[in-house]
Protein backbone atom coordinates (compact mmCIF):
# COMPACT_ATOMS: atom_id res chain seq x y z
CA UNK A 1 0.00 0.00 0.00
CA UNK A 2 0.94 3.57 -0.92
CA UNK A 3 2.95 5.43 2.36
CA UNK A 4 2.42 2.23 4.54
CA UNK A 5 5.62 0.49 5.26
CA UNK A 6 6.05 -2.76 7.47
CA UNK A 7 8.87 -5.28 6.91
CA UNK A 8 8.42 -7.98 4.19
CA UNK A 9 9.32 -10.73 6.48
CA UNK A 10 10.18 -11.62 9.60
CA UNK A 11 11.58 -15.10 11.17
CA UNK A 12 11.09 -15.63 15.10
CA UNK A 13 11.54 -18.55 18.04
CA UNK A 14 8.61 -20.44 19.55
CA UNK A 15 8.29 -18.62 22.81
CA UNK A 16 9.74 -15.21 21.99
CA UNK A 17 8.60 -11.91 21.91
CA UNK A 18 8.60 -10.22 18.34
CA UNK A 19 7.74 -6.50 16.95
CA UNK A 20 6.26 -5.66 13.97
CA UNK A 21 6.75 -1.99 12.83
CA UNK A 22 4.55 0.01 10.80
CA UNK A 23 5.01 3.54 9.32
CA UNK A 24 2.35 5.39 7.50
CA UNK A 25 1.18 8.83 6.02
CA UNK A 26 -1.70 10.54 5.90
CA UNK A 27 -3.57 13.37 5.99
CA UNK A 28 -6.85 12.56 7.96
CA UNK A 29 -5.64 9.72 10.44
CA UNK A 30 -8.75 8.48 11.69
CA UNK A 31 -7.29 4.83 13.06
CA UNK A 32 -4.77 2.31 12.74
CA UNK A 33 -5.36 -1.47 12.61
CA UNK A 34 -3.71 -4.87 12.47
CA UNK A 35 -4.94 -7.64 10.68
CA UNK A 36 -3.23 -11.55 11.37
CA UNK A 37 -4.07 -13.07 7.69
CA UNK A 38 -2.54 -16.84 7.53
CA UNK A 39 -2.39 -18.05 3.94
CA UNK A 40 -5.16 -19.03 2.08
CA UNK A 41 -7.54 -17.31 4.26
CA UNK A 42 -9.60 -14.05 4.82
CA UNK A 43 -8.02 -11.66 7.62
CA UNK A 44 -8.84 -11.77 10.90
CA UNK A 45 -9.00 -8.64 12.70
CA UNK A 46 -6.76 -8.48 15.84
CA UNK A 47 -6.40 -4.38 17.37
CA UNK A 48 -7.59 -0.88 16.71
CA UNK A 49 -5.70 2.17 17.53
CA UNK A 50 -6.67 5.46 17.60
CA UNK A 51 -5.49 7.30 20.36
CA UNK A 52 -1.78 7.12 21.27
CA UNK A 53 -0.46 4.57 23.68
CA UNK A 54 -0.59 0.84 24.36
CA UNK A 55 -3.65 -2.12 23.53
CA UNK A 56 -3.23 -5.06 25.34
CA UNK A 57 -5.18 -8.26 24.27
CA UNK A 58 -3.57 -11.71 25.83
CA UNK A 59 -0.54 -12.00 24.06
CA UNK A 60 -0.74 -9.38 21.45
CA UNK A 61 -0.01 -5.80 22.37
CA UNK A 62 -0.83 -2.48 19.41
CA UNK A 63 1.37 0.61 20.03
CA UNK A 64 0.60 3.83 18.52
CA UNK A 65 2.62 7.22 18.16
CA UNK A 66 0.45 9.79 15.83
CA UNK A 67 3.15 12.42 16.09
CA UNK A 68 5.62 10.13 14.48
CA UNK A 69 3.82 8.35 12.05
CA UNK A 70 4.49 4.82 14.08
CA UNK A 71 2.63 2.01 15.30
CA UNK A 72 4.20 -1.68 16.25
CA UNK A 73 2.61 -5.18 17.02
CA UNK A 74 3.97 -6.62 19.70
CA UNK A 75 3.46 -10.84 19.70
CA UNK A 76 4.44 -12.63 23.31
CA UNK A 77 4.87 -16.24 23.52
CA UNK A 78 5.19 -16.96 20.37
CA UNK A 79 3.17 -20.07 18.94
CA UNK A 80 3.48 -21.95 15.68
CA UNK A 81 -0.02 -20.91 14.56
CA UNK A 82 1.22 -17.21 14.49
CA UNK A 83 3.22 -17.97 11.58
CA UNK A 84 1.27 -15.67 9.13
CA UNK A 85 0.97 -12.42 7.34
CA UNK A 86 -0.06 -9.21 9.61
CA UNK A 87 -1.35 -6.64 8.10
CA UNK A 88 -0.90 -3.02 8.96
CA UNK A 89 -4.05 -0.59 7.86
CA UNK A 90 -4.79 3.13 7.99
CA UNK A 91 -7.86 4.43 7.98
CA UNK A 92 -6.70 7.91 6.11
CA UNK A 93 -10.52 10.20 5.91
CA UNK A 94 -13.05 7.80 4.64
CA UNK A 95 -9.99 5.66 2.90
CA UNK A 96 -8.76 2.49 4.31
CA UNK A 97 -5.40 1.64 3.16
CA UNK A 98 -3.37 -1.77 3.55
CA UNK A 99 0.29 -2.09 4.18
CA UNK A 100 1.81 -4.87 1.87
CA UNK A 101 2.00 -7.15 4.98
CA UNK A 102 4.97 -8.68 7.21
CA UNK A 103 5.33 -12.91 6.97
CA UNK A 104 5.95 -14.37 10.09
CA UNK A 105 7.75 -17.67 10.57
CA UNK A 106 7.69 -19.11 13.67
CA UNK A 107 10.44 -21.78 13.94
CA UNK A 108 10.48 -24.36 16.65
CA UNK B 1 -25.70 -16.39 8.90
CA UNK B 2 -22.93 -17.08 11.20
CA UNK B 3 -21.00 -15.01 9.07
CA UNK B 4 -20.11 -13.65 6.27
CA UNK B 5 -20.31 -15.44 3.17
CA UNK B 6 -19.63 -14.89 -0.54
CA UNK B 7 -20.13 -16.68 -3.62
CA UNK B 8 -19.08 -18.22 -5.85
CA UNK B 9 -15.92 -18.96 -3.94
CA UNK B 10 -14.24 -19.49 -7.17
CA UNK B 11 -14.71 -17.65 -10.58
CA UNK B 12 -12.79 -18.20 -14.25
CA UNK B 13 -14.01 -16.47 -17.02
CA UNK B 14 -12.33 -15.17 -20.24
CA UNK B 15 -11.14 -11.72 -20.99
CA UNK B 16 -14.14 -9.68 -21.96
CA UNK B 17 -16.73 -11.52 -20.16
CA UNK B 18 -18.78 -9.93 -17.16
CA UNK B 19 -18.60 -11.41 -14.05
CA UNK B 20 -21.07 -10.70 -10.91
CA UNK B 21 -19.62 -11.49 -7.28
CA UNK B 22 -21.98 -11.55 -4.30
CA UNK B 23 -21.47 -10.98 -0.61
CA UNK B 24 -23.83 -11.72 2.00
CA UNK B 25 -23.23 -9.89 5.40
CA UNK B 26 -23.56 -10.95 8.73
CA UNK B 27 -27.37 -10.31 9.91
CA UNK B 28 -27.38 -7.26 11.20
CA UNK B 29 -24.36 -5.34 10.17
CA UNK B 30 -25.50 -2.09 7.79
CA UNK B 31 -22.13 -1.43 6.64
CA UNK B 32 -20.49 -3.44 4.49
CA UNK B 33 -17.26 -3.45 2.62
CA UNK B 34 -15.02 -4.71 -1.08
CA UNK B 35 -11.65 -5.29 -1.13
CA UNK B 36 -9.46 -7.43 -3.50
CA UNK B 37 -5.97 -8.99 -3.03
CA UNK B 38 -3.86 -9.55 -5.77
CA UNK B 39 -1.51 -12.47 -6.08
CA UNK B 40 1.48 -11.17 -3.30
CA UNK B 41 0.00 -8.18 -2.82
CA UNK B 42 -1.73 -6.55 0.00
CA UNK B 43 -5.37 -5.51 0.46
CA UNK B 44 -7.01 -2.76 -1.59
CA UNK B 45 -10.33 -1.32 -0.18
CA UNK B 46 -12.49 -0.91 -3.46
CA UNK B 47 -15.75 0.71 -1.80
CA UNK B 48 -18.01 0.67 1.37
CA UNK B 49 -21.55 0.82 1.75
CA UNK B 50 -23.58 2.48 4.70
CA UNK B 51 -26.89 1.17 4.31
CA UNK B 52 -27.44 0.87 0.89
CA UNK B 53 -25.71 4.28 0.05
CA UNK B 54 -21.74 4.03 -0.86
CA UNK B 55 -20.26 7.65 0.52
CA UNK B 56 -17.02 7.08 -1.65
CA UNK B 57 -16.74 5.76 -4.47
CA UNK B 58 -13.34 6.48 -5.79
CA UNK B 59 -11.88 3.46 -4.88
CA UNK B 60 -12.97 1.12 -7.36
CA UNK B 61 -10.03 0.53 -10.02
CA UNK B 62 -12.55 1.95 -12.85
CA UNK B 63 -15.54 2.36 -14.66
CA UNK B 64 -15.80 -1.36 -15.50
CA UNK B 65 -16.46 -2.10 -11.47
CA UNK B 66 -19.60 -1.20 -10.22
CA UNK B 67 -21.18 -2.27 -6.78
CA UNK B 68 -24.83 -2.08 -5.33
CA UNK B 69 -26.26 -3.00 -2.10
CA UNK B 70 -30.31 -3.57 -2.28
CA UNK B 71 -32.68 -3.98 1.09
CA UNK B 72 -29.51 -2.94 3.71
CA UNK B 73 -28.25 -6.95 3.24
CA UNK B 74 -26.67 -8.56 0.45
CA UNK B 75 -23.97 -6.70 -2.20
CA UNK B 76 -22.92 -7.47 -5.48
CA UNK B 77 -19.88 -6.47 -7.20
CA UNK B 78 -19.54 -6.38 -10.99
CA UNK B 79 -17.19 -6.43 -13.01
CA UNK B 80 -17.62 -5.52 -16.85
CA UNK B 81 -15.11 -6.79 -19.73
CA UNK B 82 -12.91 -8.19 -17.68
CA UNK B 83 -9.58 -7.98 -17.95
CA UNK B 84 -6.32 -10.38 -16.85
CA UNK B 85 -5.22 -8.16 -14.21
CA UNK B 86 -8.82 -8.42 -12.54
CA UNK B 87 -7.69 -11.67 -10.99
CA UNK B 88 -7.58 -11.60 -7.41
CA UNK B 89 -9.43 -12.44 -4.12
CA UNK B 90 -12.34 -10.55 -3.59
CA UNK B 91 -12.99 -9.86 -0.51
CA UNK B 92 -15.95 -8.26 1.66
CA UNK B 93 -16.59 -7.68 5.05
CA UNK B 94 -19.41 -6.32 7.04
CA UNK B 95 -19.25 -4.30 10.76
CA UNK B 96 -22.30 -3.08 12.69
CA UNK B 97 -21.89 0.84 11.74
CA UNK B 98 -19.78 2.03 9.14
CA UNK B 99 -17.71 4.28 11.73
CA UNK B 100 -16.78 1.18 13.59
CA UNK B 101 -13.96 0.16 10.97
CA UNK B 102 -12.22 -1.58 13.82
CA UNK B 103 -15.21 -4.44 13.79
CA UNK B 104 -15.07 -5.72 10.49
CA UNK B 105 -15.48 -9.29 9.68
CA UNK B 106 -14.19 -10.82 6.50
CA UNK B 107 -15.83 -13.04 4.20
CA UNK B 108 -13.78 -16.15 2.79
CA UNK B 109 -13.57 -14.22 -0.63
CA UNK B 110 -14.14 -15.15 -3.92
CA UNK B 111 -10.63 -16.22 -6.28
CA UNK B 112 -11.36 -14.68 -9.51
CA UNK B 113 -9.06 -15.75 -12.70
CA UNK B 114 -9.51 -13.83 -15.96
CA UNK B 115 -8.14 -15.96 -18.94
Known amino acids: GQNIDQPTEMTATEGAIVQINCTYQTSGFNGLFWYQQHAGEAPTFLSY????GLEEKGRFSSFLSRSKGYSYLLLKELQMKDSASYLCAVRDNNDMRFGAGTRLTVKP | GAGVSQSPSNKVTEKGKDVELRCDPI?????LYWYRQSLGQGLEFLIY????????KSGLPSDRFSAERTGGSVSTLTIQRTQQEDSAVYLC?????????????FGPGTRLLVL
Open chain 2, 93 to 105: ASSTLAGEWETQY
Open chain 2, 49 to 56: FQGNSAPD
Open chain 2, 27 to 31: SGHTA
Open chain 1, 49 to 52: NVLD
